[in-house]
Structures are given as C-alpha cells and as structure tokens.
C-alpha cells in the first residue's frame, strides 16, 4: 500500500501489468485504457515502467503497517 503522504507519482490510477521473465529482451508492459489493452516492450519504455514500480516498491508501507491503516481508516468512515 502506497500511502498518500507518499504523493503523487507518474502513472498514478492507470492499471499496469509488467510481465518479466529470465529472458529480459521478452519484457512487457502491459497498460488498460479505453480502448482496450496496450502492449509495449521497447527497452526505454520497460526502463520508465520499472522504475515507476522500484519507486512504488520503496513508497509502499511494510504488509503490517498497511493493515493498520487500513484498519484505521475503517475505523474513521
């Protein structure tokens, strides 16, 4: 779970999907839009992808940490 005292970041309420493997030159992304689903695997684009999720990975709160904030914000509506 990404707090909000984390911020806004790149890629915020769009779905993704990044699909790796042992082979990294199989990489793709995957993203959902309107139209349908989009896929990309160009190294720049996995590049930009990957760090948005390393970024997300450092923001995100430890699973109990997430659990108590999820409790308390129950807890408040």
Do not use: C
């Not at 769009?14 to 695997?41: I, K, N, R």
């Amino acid at each position: 779970m990404v707090p909000n005292t984390a911020g806004g970041f790149p890629g915020a309420g769009h779905a993704l999907l990044y699909a790796d493997g042992a082979v990294p030159q199989l990489d793709t992304v995957q993203l959902d839009s309107a139209h349908g689903p989009e896929f990309t695997h160009a190294a720049a684009q996995l590049t930009k992808y990957r760090a948005h999720l390393d970024w997300m990975e450092e923001a995100s709160l430890p699973a109990p940490a997430s659990r108590e904030l999820i409790r308390k914000v129950a807890r408040e509506h």
